[in-house]
């Protein structure tokens, strides 16, 4: 296989900025448009069993990231195709939360599969290049174990940094994941 | 089942280039410092559909005057105010083929530099008819264009006297999430982007100077819209030299 080399280079990132509101979740500054909800807004659509997903940023000195928007990217419970996007910004206390279904497992390298997961991007002041990390279900451990992406994370305190934990409510199903950009139990995060 | 490409194998996408992009943790823009991961990226070596694919928005997501900050949050058919102009470009890949069908979005401080926005704490005043967000998708030849007026520089709490060059947010998507960029565009000529520590995150100065967008007369509207012209190029993906995927590669 033959490939020249590319003759262009990437845009190089900056940061969202505090204001990324504006642009992305323009009706929380009071900016809406005729027909059309903010993008990625309101419950994900799919076929699978129906999941909150939520957490809370905190940064390096262990203070929300209030100012934070998280995209999320999924494959549905059938696993052999990607379909849902959602987009949430943080509230004040840094959190997220998505309202999806639970994916099921998507093909891996050489012919093994990954366990379920989320993959969540991250951009907000003070982040010069989005921050692409994933979101593990803790009631999948066998799933887990043959994941080759968690493997990958030696440590396995880091690992856990990737492994959300399962609640249910009121016949309500949730699973909650911190992400601290720095510091002590650091989320892993991926250069993909 | 799909085979699935190691970063170097046919369908991957080339590796990133982490030294044209700004690194985590960047003193000049103070915010960098609590926010900067201190481990290492954990690379993935192999691409998964997880990676690979992203999310893809039809016309039926956008209102005819998305592209048109002038009038978009026009209260009463006022228009904004500022100097009117066109922002155009071609999304491209590295491979310089075309990013076809691709959601680009931008938004802007207005023409005094004050953003709407309940953060904001600059002095000037908000334009009554400039909401400052809008959005696009490409063409077949992977091109965008909007019309807005151009943004003012403003003050920011970084240093005790930081003001921000002139520019405009840009969001795309690609084709995949591992194209997924932000960016911020600036103007040809402006000294101001030589002292902000934003844009002097990014280590090479040809790499800032992608960022700038050049006037462009030729396309500039009599009596109407100065134009600026703003590339954008997302990563791409290896192939081999036989190979012409009408999507794009």
Redesign the interface.
């Known amino acids: ?4 080399l ?19 979740t ?1 009706s929380l ?3 809406t ?4 909800k903010d ?2 807004s309101g419950p994900i659509q799919g076929t699978g069993p129906r999941i909150t997903l939520t957490g809370r940023i905190f ?3 262990a ?1 929300p ?1 209030s ?1 934070a928007v998280v ?1 999320l ?3 549905d419970a059938n696993g052999d ?2 379909s849902a ?1 959602g987009r949430v910004a943080c509230d004040d206390t840094g959190t997220f939360v998505f309202d999806t279904v639970k994916p099921g497992r ?4 050489a ?1 093994k599969l ?1 366990a379920p ?1 989320v ?1 969540l ?1 991250i ?10 990390t ?1 979101l593990y279900f803790d009631d999948e451990a066998d799933a887990n174990g043959a994941d ?2 968690l493997n ?2 030696l440590d396995s305190r ?1 690992r856990k940094t990737l492994i959300a934990t399962k609640s249910e409510t009121g016949g309500k199903t949730t699973y909650t994941l911190d992400i601290r ?3 002590d139990n ?7 | ?2 085979t ?1 490409p ?1 970063i170097g194998e ?1 369908g991957a996408f ?5 030294a ?5 943790n ?1 003193p000049g ?1 103070k ?9 290492a ?11 690979l ?3 893809t ?1 039809n016309h039926s ?3 005819p ?2 592209n048109d900050l002038i009038r ?2 026009s209260q009463g058919g006022g228009e904004a105010i500022g100097q009117r102009m066109i922002v155009h470009g071609q999304v ?5 083929r075309p990013v076809r069908g691709t ?1 680009v ?5 207005n023409a005094g530099g004050r ?6 704490g600059y002095q000037a005043a908000l334009d009554p008819n400039f ?3 809008g ?1 696009a998708i490409t063409d077949d030849n992977g091109c965008y264009y909007f019309r807005t007026i151009k943004p003012g520089a403003y003050p920011w709490p970084n240093g005790g006297n930081d003001w921000r060059p002139a520019h405009i ?1 840009f ?1 795309v998507f690609g084709h995949a ?2 194209q ?5 565009m600036y103007f040809e000529g402006d000294p101001m982007i030589w002292q902000d520590p ?2 002097l ?2 280590p090479d100065r040809a ?2 100077e ?2 700038i967008a050049k006037l462009d007369r030729h396309n500039s509207t009599p009596m109407d819209a100065l134009a600026y012209r703003f590339d ?5 993906r ?4 036989f190979e012409n995927r009408p999507e794009g590669n």
Request: net charge neutral; with cysteine.
């Open positions: 296989m033959l490939s020249p590319p003759p262009l280079k990437e845009t190089p990132s900056q940061t969202a900025g505090p204001y990324v509101h504006i642009g992305m323009p500054e009071g900016i448009s005729p027909n059309v993008l990625g940064d390096g000195a203070a990231v100012d995209e990217w999924q494959a195709h990607i996007w998507l093909a891996a390298p012919g990954m997961h993959t991007w951009v907000a002041r003070g982040i010069n290049v989005g921050l692409h994933r080759f992406v990958k994370v880091q950009l720095q510091g650091e989320t892993v995060f991926f250069d993909i | 089942m799909t699935l190691l046919e080339y590796q990133r280039d982490r044209w992009h700004p690194p985590a960047t823009y915010s960098t410092t609590l926010r900067a991961p201190r481990h990226l954990l690379s993935l070596a192999g691409q998964t559909k997880s990676e694919t992203g999310p928005f997501i956008l209102n005057l998305d978009n949050f491209l890949d590295e491979n310089v959601l979005e931008f938004w802007q401080a953003y709407r926005h309940k953060l904001e909401g400052g967000c959005r947010h969001s999430f591992a997924r960029l932000i960016t911020q934003i844009a995150s990014i790499a800032v992608q960022l954008i190029v997302l990563r791409g290896r192939s081999t030299l």
